[in-house]
Structure formats: C-alpha cells, structure tokens
C-alpha cells in the first residue's frame, strides 16, 4: 500500500490544521493507521492510531483533548484534525500502516515495528 500525506503548513499558536493521509495500493480496512510526528533533534514518535474498524484509538498524552484521528475505510482516507496547536507540535508528520487481524475490536499497534508502511512526511510549523 502506498499512502500520501498532506495538509501540512504553517499556523500560529492556537490555530487548527487537519492533515489527510490518502492510501492507494490495497484495502484500507485491511491496516491500523497512525500519525507519528519527528520534531528537530527528536526521535520519531507515535502521536494516535486507530484501529481497522475505527472503534479504538490511541493518543499520547502530550496531544489528548486536541488531536482526532479518524478514517474512512471507503474513501481509503485517514485525517488528522489537530486544534489548539502548539509550538511544540511543530514536526514532520507521517502516516502509517500496519497490517491488522480482522477481530472487530482489536487494538492499534503502539510500536513502530508494527507498522509496514509509511508516507513520505508533511511538515507543520507552529509559531508563537
């Protein structure tokens, strides 16, 4: 599967960007889905996953209460509505897919090696 991030960009503190992850190359219900973000000098993180059926999702802490993962398996779309930015938040931001077993409420993968794919980044700068 490849996938496609956009909706990266500039924003003061405060502000919203939402970044869209567009999959081509396979079923999308077939993947559990993240964004994970490397801001300057950092490793890479895990921001949010959700599962293949949507039900369950992960965030770290440092994005809860303002972050949204959601997807539409049917569109092959997965969305990141980000609010209350921060300056903090400034990063490149990934997609990523890992293969999923079909259980209706199983879990995101919160590892990095559960994922087998990924976008090529969108960069989002947040000012203060």
């Known amino acids: 599967v490849q996938l496609q991030a956009s909706g990266g960009g500039s924003v003061q503190a405060g502000g919203s960007l939402r970044l869209s992850c567009a999959a081509s190359?396979?079923?999308?219900?077939?993947?559990?889905m993240a964004w994970f973000r490397r801001a300057p000098g950092k490793e890479r993180e895990l921001v949010t996953a959700?599962?293949?059926?949507?039900?369950?999702?992960y965030y770290a802490d440092s994005v809860k209460g303002r972050f949204t993962i959601s997807r539409d398996n049917t569109k092959k779309l997965v969305y990141l509505q980000m609010n209350s930015l921060k300056p903090e938040d400034t990063a490149v931001y990934y997609c990523?897919?890992?293969?999923?077993?079909?259980?209706?409420?199983?879990?995101?993968?919160?590892?990095?090696?559960?994922?087998?794919?990924w976008g090529q980044g969108t960069l989002v700068t947040v000012s203060s």
């Open positions: 990523a897919a890992g293969r999923s077993g079909s259980y209706y409420l199983s879990q995101p993968h919160l590892s990095e090696d559960g994922y087998n794919y």
């Open positions: 959700i599962s293949w059926s949507g039900v369950n999702t």
């Open positions: 190359g396979g079923t999308l219900g077939n993947y559990v």
